[in-house]
Structure formats: C-alpha cells, structure tokens
C-alpha cells in the first residue's frame, strides 16, 4: 500500500498529524509513506505549488492523503502559482472527477446545527460532485467591448460522456446506501443541464433498484434547510455541488466534521485511487497554535480506507471511534468546546 501525504498550508501539518497517528494504530499491512510539499509550501520551497516531484509521487501512490492550501503570503501571485491550483492540478493529473462529501448528524450535535435540532437530527445524506468539468474548467477571460466597457465571461459545457461517468458514480453510490438518488440541475433555464438530465435518465436504465428523481438546484437549495432528511444521495455538477456541499456542511454544525473523497476511474490492487482531504481549509490564523479540529482529516482517512483499500472494518472503526469521542464531550473551538488539536487525536486514539 503506498499512500502520500501532502499536509500543505496552515493548520494542514497539525491536523495530519492526529490523522498519521490514528493509521499508526490499526493493523494495516506494511504501507510505504511518503511525504511532499504542495499548496504555498511547495511554492515556497520549489517555485510551484505543485512541484513536479510531488505530482510524480501522487501519481505512483494508491492513494493520497491531503492536509489543506492556502497561504496569505502567496495572496499577490499570478493565478496559477497560487497555492489553490495544487489541489485543482492533482484532481486533473490523476483523472479525478467524482467527489463525495458526506454529510451526517452526529449525536448530540444537534443544537450546533443552524437548523431546528429535530430536523438537522434527520441528516444523512451524500453528495456526488463532478470536478473536472462545467463552468470552472471552461473558457473564461476579461474582455473590453467596442463601447469601453469591461465584460467577465466564463464558458460552462458538459460533454454527455462527463455526465455520464458522474451519473454511474452516484448510481453507484446510492446503491450501497438508502437506493434514492437527486439529480440537481437548472434544465429549466440552462442547455448544459438540459444535457445532464437527459443523459442521467439513459444511465439510470442501468440501475433499475435505485429511484431517480429530479431537482432544481434553486430548490434544492431550500429543500436542504427545509427537509435534509428526504435526502440519501444527491449527484450534480462542479458548480452546484461545490455551494451545496457547502451549505450541507454548516447543517450540521461545524465544516470541521466534514471529510471528502476524489475518485477517478484508475483501480488499485484493493479498490479506486483517490484523493481524500477534509473540506474546511487552512485557517492561517490559528495555524500552529493547536487549536484546529482534526476530526475531518481523520474521517477523510476512513474514507481513503474505505474506497482505495477496501478496509470496511477499519474505515467503520475509525468512524466509531470520532462518534464515541463527540459523544463524550470532547469537542474543538469550532463545536464550542475547549479541546486542542492533540488532545482530540489523543481522544479518538484511545476509543479506537
């Protein structure tokens, strides 16, 4: 098993700190470690935010373990020396177009929603986002008109083969869960998502056992602080699933719970390779001061257990082990509580 650690930028280093910890203890076979600069540490180190040497131990790794970017030193650079585009240069290397960012209500922190506790209590759901297509990837400029004045323009086109690998992701995903699935989009204005539809109901012919349905993502807006709970999987594009997954995030109380996975089509010996990082970012103002909550970067590492590795009992193991820990009481700034970054590690430690 080779896994490469990228810790990046600000609390990145702390917080995969508590997670190596946490792999140390379980009962893995022997994995090869190794280690890379990314994100404003790369840039500071090797002129990029994505040296050449880490890409190449990405590539060679069945799976990389991602702490977080973004360095305010680094504000003033050209686009595409900063330390962002790491994270947006790996997704594209390493084919890496399905992200899955689940969203669970934890016992006990039903207070800490910004939702009334018996409706965030419901909160269950998976959200499967296309990465490396829509309006993000698409032509974009700044350009002056024959009148003087300035225009922003920025292309958003799916093509039916990126849809439909998306489509069989989600498909996928919700057959292991509740077998629903939403697809969201804006087919009532927009041609791209028009497309999306259309290809998401061929691909669900496949897929008999799981009930489709459909909706807009203006409404699906509303209905995730309405009624989370009707959810089980939601699958929609790069734009819309990076704002909902957002939003998902603060419904359950803090962005410092939340885990992800980027998944691609290359398999490993055991299951797919991925990308798995914890949602929140680096938080430079508290960085070094151990006060950042690990939680999301350990359950990001169940996931990479779970998906590249096939190691069920220890992803569930580790899951249990965070559950347990919240239960107790133990909980990060973030979560109102007073425990640091290695007391909180410490904590999932000793209940797993």
């Known amino acids: 098993m080779k896994i490469a650690i990228l810790a990046g930028d600000g609390i990145g280093p702390e917080i995969m700190g508590e997670a190596r910890k946490v792999m140390n203890a379980l009962d893995l076979p022997d994995c090869t470690i190794m280690e890379g600069d990314v994100g404003g540490a790369g840039y500071k180190k090797h002129g ?26 680094c504000d003033n650079l050209e686009r595409h020396l900063r330390p962002e585009q790491a994270i947006l240069g790996l997704r594209q290397a390493l084919g890496l177009f399905a992200n899955l960012r689940p969203a669970t209500m934890f016992p006990g922190l039903e207070d800490l929603s910004a939702l009334r506790p018996e409706v965030a209590r419901a909160i269950d759901l998976l959200i499967v986002r296309e990465l490396n297509g829509d309006v993000y990837f698409g032509e974009k400029a700044i350009r002056t008109l024959e009148d ?9 086109s799916y ?13 996928r995903a919700a057959q292991t869960r509740k077998k629903r ?12 998502s028009q497309l999306w539809r259309d290809v998401v109901i061929e691909v669900a012919r496949d897929y008999p056992d799981v009930e489709l349905s459909h909706m807009y993502v203006d409404n699906a ?15 929609t594009g790069n734009l819309f699933g990076d704002i909902l997954s957002d939003q998902a995030s603060m419904c359950v109380g803090s962005i410092g719970l939340l885990a992800s996975a980027s998944l691609g089509e290359e398999r490993t010996e055991w299951g797919t390779k991925g990308l798995y990082e914890p949602i929140h970012g680096s938080a430079p103002d508290i960085a070094g001061q151990g006060k950042a909550n690990p939680m999301a970067t350990i ?8 998906h590249s590795f096939g190691r069920e009992a220890d992803a569930a193991r580790v899951e249990k082990a965070v559950a347990r820990v919240l ?9 109102g509580g007073s425990a640091g970054t290695a007391e909180i590690g410490d904590a999932v430690l000793a209940s797993l």
């Open 299 to 306: 359950l990001s590492l169940a996931m990479m257990l779970r």
């Open 327 to 335: 239960e107790q009481g133990i909980k990060g700034a973030d979560l």
């Open 159 to 171: 093509a039916e083969d990126e849809v439909r690998r998306i489509a069989h992701a989600g498909f």
């Open 148 to 156: 003087g004045r300035r225009q922003g323009y920025d292309f958003m």
């Open 221 to 235: 807006a509303m209905q995730l602080v309405r009624d989370p709970g009707q959810f089980d999987v939601i699958v």
């Open 48 to 73: 990029h935010p994505l040296p050449p040497e880490t890409l190449d131990m990405a590539k060679a790794a069945d799976a990389v373990l991602f702490g977080a970017v973004g360095d305010p030193d």
């Open 181 to 192: 699935l939403t697809s969201v989009d804006k087919a009532n204005v927009l041609e791209t």
